[in-house]
C-alpha cells in the first residue's frame, strides 16, 4: 500500500497556517507583561506545540512507522529532562546573589 | 537492489516475502537509511542546541539584570523572519511532493524558493546584527545590562543562522544534482529533514531571545 | 500507512585499486576499523610513556629525565619536570586515554571491523561518512598532539579543563594559551568524528542486518556497540556545545562559565555574568555517558569471548542485554556523582547517588552472568580468554570502588584522592584495556590472516595482571588515607609514610609498561610471520568466522548470507562438532 512522501495540501497549509497563528499569538503575548515565569512556560509550551506540528507533518512522522517515532522522539526528550536537572543550581545562583546584593 | 527513487510501489512490496519487519533483510522502520541517518543526526543536533540554550537559561535565570532591549522593529523583523523561515518550510513539503511525484522542474523551482526563504532570513538577520552590533552590541559588553546578553544572543542566534547558511548550501546542491538526475527523491527528503529541522529551532529561539526580551514597558 | 517490509538496500561498490583508495582514503569498513586501532595504539603508547613521566615525577622528582630537557626546555628545564609541566603530561595523558584510545578502539576499532560481518552485511550503512569519521578523528589527535609541541606547551586543567582556569587565558599559567585552545578544538572535532560514527553504527545494526539475524540473534558485541552508539549520539552533542562555549570564552569574551569579580594571579579579569559549575554541569552531563561508551563495547567482547572459549551458550543473554540497555538509561541520570563537592545543590547530590546506587546492578548482574556461563564450561585458555577472565577480575575489583565513591557522606572524603583515581583506572584504564586485549587475541587471526603468538600473549597476560594490580590497588588505600590527586610532589609531613608505596607503584607501572612492548612486538611480528590463519581457528559461531581471514574486499563474496541460529549454540557435540555455526541450515 503506497503512503504519500508528504500530507495532502490541505493539511500542510493548515499547519502552516496555524504555525503563523501560533507565532503571532506569542508575540501579541510577549507584550502583556506577564511575570517572567508565567511567561517562559507559556512560550515553551507553545514552541513545543509548534515542533510537534512541524515535526508531525511537515517531517512526516505522524505518517511514519510508530517505532521509529518511539526510537527518536522519548530519548531525546529523556535527555531534555535529564537535563533540566542544572536548574536547581541556576535558581540557588540566583538567591545567593540576591542574598549579596 | 532495491530502488532509493520514490515510494515504495505496491509491487515492489509484495514481491518482499513477508519478512518480519525487524527479523534482517528489510528495514525495520520502512524508511532508506539516510533517511534513518538523517534523523538520528537531528536527534544529535537537537540535544546540541538544547545545550546552548540550557546554558543561556542558566544564566539568564541566575542573572541580576538581563536587558529587554528589542523595541517593536526588532521584534517586528524577527517576527517577518519567522513567517519567512516557516513558509520556505512549507516550499520545502512542496519541493519533496514534486519530487516524489517525478516532477523534477517543479521540484527543482520549490528546492530554489526554499533556498530563497533562508537568504532572506540570514539576510534579515545580518541586517539585524549590524544593528545592533552599531548600537555597541558585542559578546563581552553591551550598554543595558549583563554583558552574557550579547554573549548568549550573538552564540544562538550565530549558531542557527550557520546552519541555516550551511541549509541553503546544501539544498541547492541537491536541488542542481536532482535536477540533473545525480540525486533521487529520496535525497530531497532528507534534504527536507534538515531544512525543516532548522525551522523547527527556531520555533524555540525566537520566542526564548527575542520575545522574552522585548522592550513591553 | 507504511507498514510494509520493505528491502534492504546493498551497496555495490566494486574493489578499490590503488594505494590510496585502498590503504589511506578507504571506504572499507575493514580499514577504516583497523585505522582506528592503530590510531589507538599510537594514542595508548604515547599516553603511557606520560603516565610513565607522571609517575617517575612523582617518586624521583629531581632526576634528570633524558631528552625532556631539550623536548620542552620551558616545562622541565634540565629534563626536570616542573609543578606546572607535571599537569600538562597528567592532562594529555588523561585526554589521550580517556578519548583516543578508549573511545575510538573499542567501538570504532573493533566496532568498525566486526560489527558488519557479524550482522551479514557487505558495510557499514554510509561508507564515505565512515571515511570521514576516522580522518576528523585524526585530524583531532593532530590538534591534541600538536599540544605538546606548541612554545607554551599543553594545557595543565587536566582532561576535564574546568574553568575558570580553562576559560581565563594565558594568564593562569602556561599552556593556557595556545595550548587549550588546541585541545578545545581537538576535543571539539573529536565529538564530531563521534556523532558520525555513531549513526552510522545505528543506522547499519538497525538496517542491514541479513535474513535471519533479528535482533536477538545477534552477538552481544553487536548490542553492546549499538547501544555504545546510542550514548555517544546523545552524549557528544552536549560535549560540543560545551566546547563551543569555552571557545567563545577564551576568545570571543563571552562569560559562560566565567563569573565577575575574579581575581587570578591579582589581576580583576573582565568577565561577568557565568557560571563554571554549568561547565561541570555540561562536560559531566557528557562525561558519564562517556565512561559507559568506554566500557561498555568491552562488556560485549567479554560477555562474547567467554562463551567462545568456554565452548557454552551466554548465561542468560536476554537479561544481558536489557541490563546493557540498563546501563545505557542510567548513565544519564548519574553525572552528578562527579560533582558532589563542586557546592551544588546538596539535594541534586541525593538525586544523582541513589540512580549511582542503582546503576551497580545490572552491572553486578552481568558480571554473575559472566561467571555463570564460564562455570561448567571446557574452558580453552587461550590469551584471548586469559584476558576475559581478566577482565571480570579487575572490573569487579575497580567498581566495587565505586559503590564507595557513589555516597556523597564518603565522597567528601575520598573526592580528588588517590582512591578515585584507582578506581577509575582499575574499571577504564585496565578492564577496558583487557577488553581491547582480548578483542585484538580474538579478532586478530581475522584482521590480519595470521595466528598471534599464544606464548608470549600468555607472558604479556600474567605480567600485565599482575601489574595492574600492584599499580592500582595501593591508590585505594593511600587514597583512604588522604593522599591528594594531581599533586607534582607531597611535602606534607603527614604524608610522606605513604611515599614508599608510590615507588611500588611506579616501579610497577614501568615494568608493566615495557611488558606492553612484548604484546606490540607479538602484534606486528605475527601480521608479517604469524602463521597462516584458518577460516574459524577458534570454532565461533558467529558469521565473521564463515568467511576467509582476512575476509574478502565485500565481506561475503557477494553472497547474501542467511542465519538460522544464535550466536551462541556451543556445547552439544553433532558431526564431531560442540558448536552450531549461525548460518548453518536448520535441523
Not at chain 1, 12 to 41: C, D, K, N
Not at chain 3, 14 to 42: C, E, M, N, W
Request: aromatic share 14%; net charge neutral; hydrophobic share 55%.
Amino acid at each position: 500500500m503506497e503512503h504519500a512522501e508528504t500530507a495532502g495540501n490541505k493539511i500542510v497549509f493548515s499547519v502552516w497556517f496555524g504555525l503563523l497563528g501560533l507565532t503571532v499569538f506569542e508575540v501579541i503575548l510577549a507584550y502583556r507583561q506577564l511575570p517572567l515565569e508565567t511567561m517562559l512556560t507559556v512560550l515553551m509550551f507553545l514552541s513545543v506545540i509548534k515542533a510537534a506540528l512541524i515535526i508531525a507533518y511537515f517531517m512526516h512522522l505522524r505518517y511514519e512507522r510508530a517505532s521509529l517515532f518511539v526510537t527518536l522522539i522519548p530519548a531525546l526528550v529523556f535527555v531534555l529532562i535529564m537535563m533540566t536537572v542544572i536548574f536547581a543550581d541556576s535558581s540557588r545562583l540566583a538567591h545567593m546573589r540576591s542574598l549579596v546584593q | 537492489m532495491s530502488s532509493l527513487d520514490g515510494p515504495v510501489s505496491a509491487a515492489a512490496v509484495h514481491d518482499a516475502h513477508d519478512i518480519p519487519s525487524w527479523g534482517g533483510g528489510s528495514l525495520p522502520y520502512a524508511v532508506p537509511s539516510k533517511k534513518l541517518g538523517m534523523w538520528l543526526f537531528i536527534v544529535s543536533d537537537a540535544i546540541t542546541f538544547s545545550a546552548v540554550i540550557f546554558a543561556y537559561g542558566y544564566l539568564r535565570l541566575a542573572a541580576a539584570a538581563w536587558p529587554r532591549p528589542f523595541e517593536t522593529p526588532s521584534i517586528v523583523n524577527a517576527t517577518v523572519m519567522t513567517f519567512v523561515l516557516l513558509s520556505s518550510s512549507v516550499a520545502m513539503v512542496l519541493a519533496v511532493r514534486a519530487s516524489s511525484l517525478g516532477k523534477v522542474s517543479g521540484a527543482v523551482g520549490w528546492l530554489v524558493a526554499t533556498a530563497l526563504g533562508g537568504v532572506i532570513f540570514d539576510v534579515l538577520h545580518i541586517r539585524e546584527w549590524l544593528g545592533l552590533i552599531g548600537e555597541g552590541v558585542r559578546p563581552f559588553h553591551n550598554p543595558w545590562g549583563t554583558p552574557m546578553f550579547g554573549a548568549a544572543f550573538f552564540t544562538m542566534t550565530g549558531l542557527h543562522m550557520l546552519h541555516v547558511t550551511i541549509g541553503v548550501v546544501y539544498l541547492l546542491v541537491i536541488a542542481v544534482g536532482f535536477g540533473r538526475r545525480k540525486f533521487s527523491a529520496a535525497d530531497v527528503e532528507v534534504s527536507g529533514l534538515y531544512w525543516h529541522f532548522v525551522d523547527l529551532v527556531w520555533m524555540f529561539i525566537f520566542p526564548l531571545v527575542y520575545l522574552l526580551s522585548a522592550k513591553t514597558a | 500507512m507504511a507498514n510494509m517490509p520493505m528491502e534492504a538496500q546493498v551497496h555495490h561498490h566494486a574493489a578499490p585499486t590503488g594505494f590510496i583508495r585502498k590503504y589511506i582514503f578507504s571506504l572499507d569498513h575493514k580499514v577504516i576499523g583497523k585505522q582506528y586501532y592503530f590510531l589507538a595504539i599510537v594514542s595508548v603508547f604515547l599516553g603511557m610513556v606520560l603516565s610513565w613521566l607522571v609517575r617517575i615525577h612523582l617518586v624521583w622528582p629531581n632526576v634528570h629525565i633524558w631528552g625532556l630537557g631539550a623536548f620542552s626546555p620551558a616545562g622541565a628545564p634540565g629534563g626536570v619536570i616542573s609543578p606546572e609541566y607535571y599537569l600538562s603530561l597528567l592532562t594529555i595523558h588523561g585526554t589521550l586515554m580517556v578519548f583516543f584510545v578508549l573511545t575510538t578502539a573499542p567501538q570504532a576499532g573493533f566496532g568498525n571491523y566486526a560489527l558488519p560481518i557479524q550482522i551479514g552485511a557487505e558495510d557499514m550503512a554510509f561508507p564515505t561518512l565512515n571515511m570521514l569519521s576516522f580522518w576528523v578523528t585524526f585530524l583531532a589527535l593532530c590538534a591534541l598532539v600538536a599540544t605538546l609541541f606548541v612554545p607554551d606547551g599543553p594545557p595543565i586543567s587536566g582532561w576535564t579543563a574546568y574553568p575558570p582556569l580553562s576559560a581565563v587565558g594565558t594568564i593562569a599559567g602556561p599552556g593556557q594559551g595556545m595550548g587549550q585552545n588546541l585541545w578545545a578544538v581537538s576535543i571539539a572535532l573529536f565529538c564530531i568524528g563521534s556523532l558520525l560514527g555513531a549513526l552510522n553504527f545505528i543506522t547499519t545494526t538497525v538496517d542491514l542486518r541479513c535474513t535471519g539475524m533479528t535482533l536477538m540473534r545477534m552477538p552481544v558485541t553487536c548490542w553492546a556497540w549499538l547501544i555504545t552508539a546510542i550514548l555517544s549520539l546523545l552524549s557528544f552533542a552536549v560535549l560540543f556545545a560545551a566546547c563551543v562555549l569555552l571557545i567563545l570564552d577564551r576568545n570571543a569574551g563571552t562569560s559562560f562559565f566565567l563569573p565577575s569579580g575574579l581575581l587570578v594571579n591579582g589581576q580583576l579579569q573582565n568577565h561577568a555574568g557565568g557560571s563554571p559549575l554549568l561547565w561541570q554541569h555540561l562536560f559531566w552531563f557528557f562525561g558519564h555517558p562517556e565512561v559507559y561508551i568506554a566500557i561498555v563495547p568491552g562488556f560485549g567482547v567479554i560477555s562474547h569471548v567467554l562463551s567462545v572459549f568456554s565452548r557454552k551458550p551466554v548465561l542468560g543473554y536476554k537479561i544481558i542485554v536489557i541490563c546493557l540497555l540498563a546501563i545505557g538509561f542510567l548513565s544519564f541520570t548519574v553525572w552528578g556523582h562527579h560533582m558532589f563537592l563542586s557546592g551544588m545543590s546538596p539535594y541534586s547530590g541525593f538525586l544523582f547517588s541513589i540512580p549511582t546506587l542503582i546503576i551497580t546492578i545490572p552491572a553486578t548482574i552481568i558480571s554473575l552472568l559472566w561467571l555463570g556461563t564460564v562455570f561448567g564450561g571446557r574452558l580453552r585458555f587461550t590469551t584471548c580468554m586469559m584476558f576475559a577472565l581478566g577482565f571480570v577480575s579487575v572490573f569487579v575489583t575497580g567498581g566495587l570502588g565505586g559503590m564507595f565513591l557513589a555516597q556523597p557522606s564518603l565522597d567528601i572524603f575520598l573526592h580528588g584522592t588517590y582512591f578515585v583515581v584507582g578506581h577509575f583506572h582499575m574499571v577504564m584504564g585496565v578492564a577496558a584495556i583487557f577488553g581491547m586485549f582480548a578483542g585484538t587475541y580474538f579478532w586478530f587471526p581475522k584482521m590480519f590472516g595470521r595466528m598471534m603468538n599464544e606464548r608470549l600473549g600468555k607472558v604479556h597476560f600474567w605480567i600485565t595482571f599482575v601489574g595492574v594490580y600492584c599499580i592500582f590497588m595501593p591508590m585505594h588505600f593511600i587514597g583512604l588515607e588522604g593522599m591528594p590527586r594531581r599533586y607534582s610532589s607531597f611535602l606534607n609531613e603527614a604524608m610522606q609514610p605513604l611515599m614508599p608505596v608510590h615507588k611500588f607503584m611506579t616501579i610497577a607501572a614501568l615494568i608493566t609498561g615495557a611488558s606492553q612492548f612484548i604484546f606490540l612486538f607479538n602484534l606486528f611480528w605475527s601480521m608479517y610471520k604469524g602463521p597462516k590463519a584458518p577460516e574459524n581457528p577458534w570454532e565461533s559461531t558467529t558469521l565473521e568466522w564463515t568467511v576467509s581471514s582476512p575476509p574478502p574486499f565485500d565481506n561475503f563474496g557477494g553472497k547474501h548470507p542467511v542465519v538460522y541460529h544464535d550466536a551462541y549454540e556451543y556445547g552439544d557435540v553433532q558431526n564431531g562438532k560442540d558448536y552450531v555455526m549461525q548460518t548453518d541450515p536448520p535441523g
